[in-house]
């Protein structure tokens, strides 16, 4: 699908498309297109400009059919941002399964050589972490590197991670000896580290099972199990120095600016679909 690409330069409407890109103009129109095309269009804007992009789509549906038509025409995996649900009524227990979907989307959108992410408007609108405060609540284990394993378990603590006897479910971690099991966030099996000092001298999945988010030796990347865990330090720390913390309504209703001002950025380029 790739060699489809690049046939898009001799169309005269993408070079059109391709430089008002250029020229900065900040809204252009394109009409009468279906949406394999709009993928199409999409992947090789991205090819030409280089530049981050963010697909908008009404619903997630179509966000992640069009993140796979992209992915299939260039060869760069889109990251899908889903809605998450609200609840609004006490239960005992609530899956975080959407919640870690987005801060790993989010998280791949900062670091991927090519970020590219697809998001319906619904996605976008919800309130999340600030790209400054989810980069320090993540962290990457890595073969040896070192980490001081007091230091690793009150960052895993922050990041609304919990000590456990036996890692189960994601979210856990424990600690016997120089042996770390830990269960990150959207991961499907738990990973091990062991530690020889502070250097982390084997990283392997904790199980018999190999899949590609942490093969045998490869880093592997945890980000905060919840949109919340950093700001409850925030407000502990807003207590101590200014009395009275903000409402957490009020402090979260600054969050996604943060991403407002990256997307809009004219190093990044967004489509509505």
């Known amino acids: 699908m790739k060699e489809l690409v690049p046939q898009l330069n001799e169309l005269p409407e993408f070079r059109s498309l391709l ?11 394109v009409y009468g297109m279906s949406p394999v095309h709009k993928a199409h269009f999409a992947a090789a804007l991205q090819a030409q400009t280089g530049r981050p992009l963010l697909l908008v789509t009404r ?7 069009l993140a796979a038509d992209f992915t299939h025409f260039s060869g760069v995996k889109a990251s899908l941002l889903p809605a998450r649900e609200y609840v609004f009524h006490n239960i005992d227990n609530a899956s975080r399964e959407f919640e870690h979907q987005r801060l790993g989307a989010l998280d791949e959108f900062v670091h ?31 073969l040896d590197e070192d980490y001081p394993l007091d230091a690793l378990e009150n960052a895993l603590m922050d990041a609304g991670y919990t000590r456990a006897l036996s890692v189960e479910g994601s979210g856990q971690f424990s ?75 009020k402090t979260w209703s600054r969050m996604p600016s943060a991403w407002k001002r990256r997307a809009s950025s004219p190093a990044v380029t967004g489509i509505c679909l």
Do not use: H, N, Y
Not at 59 to 65: K, L, P, T, Y
Not at 192 to 198: K, V, W
């Open 19 to 29: 430089e008002a890109v250029q020229a900065g103009k900040q809204v252009v129109s």
């Open 59 to 65: 619903d997630e549906g179509q966000a992640r059919r």
């Open 112 to 142: 991927a050589k090519q970020p590219v992410l697809a998001a319906p408007c619904e996605a976008l609108l919800m309130r999340t972490l600030p790209p400054e405060a989810l980069e320090k609540a993540s962290f990457t284990l890595a």
């Open 175 to 249: 600690v016997r000896g120089g042996i770390l099991d830990l269960f990150p966030a959207g991961a499907q099996v738990p990973v091990r580290a062991e530690f020889f000092g502070d250097t982390v001298d084997s990283l392997a999945p904790a199980t018999s099972s190999r899949c590609a988010f942490c093969l045998p030796g490869r880093p592997c990347r945890a980000w905060p199990t919840a949109a919340a865990p950093a700001w409850r330090t925030r407000c502990k720390s807003w207590r101590a120095k200014r009395g009275p913390p903000l409402p957490c309504g």
